[in-house]
């Protein structure tokens, strides 16, 4: 349910699903994806039907999996959508042994339109507008704390330094270590001194860099100390990066 899905039903409309009119809670929909918030879904978090621990960020610029057809590519704008679980995959309220939703009067807008055999109703929500940050955070202090998260650590500042590697060298490495480290010191500064959830961050600020930055062929590694060391990801792990490691235009 990511902002690719528009062409692909291969994966929704399993053979033999174009017969079937109801729901037989097989439970596919849920463990292939979690959903992303529309607009209109803010007020379920509003109104703490839909927890912030439960949601992570989408920032722009983020590579995204489209899990109906298969493909990865650039995020063209920010999304909300709900994690998803460690064990298993899936969407983080599926639970598998009663084969439901665990907040089934409160699921989000795409979940309710959703039908595997019939996806018109589904494909009318999914193409309104998301829902963003700005959507459900309300506070004006965390809304100025993001708002300078997102200036020094967005994903253009990212790919511009990633590229500058192969030019200037340690300069540039110097430069993305000082993202990573502003990006992971935030996190557990902003939990302690407002008082926050731990598990609020990725909605707050996106999923970490030090896991995003695969993306572009690249990992973190923590030495002994503490310090970040920045590698080249294993050859059998190149296909976690994908097109986000595409140059950007230069910067003027």
Request: charged fraction near 30%.
């Amino acid at each position: 349910m990511d902002e690719l899905i528009p062409d692909g039903k291969q994966e929704m409309m399993q053979s033999g699903l174009e017969s079937r009119t109801e729901c037989i809670r097989c439970g596919q929909c849920c463990l292939n994806s979690s959903p992303t918030l529309q607009k209109e879904d803010a007020r379920l978090v509003l109104e703490g039907r839909i927890p912030w621990e439960a949601l992570y960020t989408v920032r722009v610029g983020e590579l995204v999996h489209d899990p109906v057809e298969g493909r990865s590519g650039i995020a063209a704008k920010e999304m909300i959508k709900l994690k998803e679980r460690v064990e298993g995959g899936g969407c983080v309220f599926y639970d598998a042994e009663e084969r439901a939703c665990r907040i089934y009067p409160s699921r989000p807008s795409q979940c309710s339109a959703l039908a595997c055999w019939d996806l018109s109703a589904f494909m009318r929500v999914y193409e309104g507008p998301k829902a963003q940050r700005t959507d459900v955070i309300e506070d004006p202090n965390l809304l100025r704390l993001m708002a300078e998260h997102e200036e020094r650590c967005n994903y253009e500042e990212v790919a511009h330094w990633v590229w500058a590697i192969e030019e200037q060298g340690e300069e540039a490495v110097g430069e993305l270590l000082n993202l990573l480290r502003f990006d992971h010191d935030l996190r557990p500064l902003a939990s302690r001194r407002l008082n926050l959830d731990a598990a609020w961050m990725d909605l707050l600020f996106g999923r970490p860099l030090v896991e995003t930055i695969v993306m572009f062929g690249l990992e973190v590694k923590r030495e002994a100390d503490g310090a970040f060391l920045l590698t080249a990801l294993p050859r059998d792990r190149r296909a976690e990066g994908g097109s986000g490691a595409r140059k950007p235009p230069a910067r003027v």
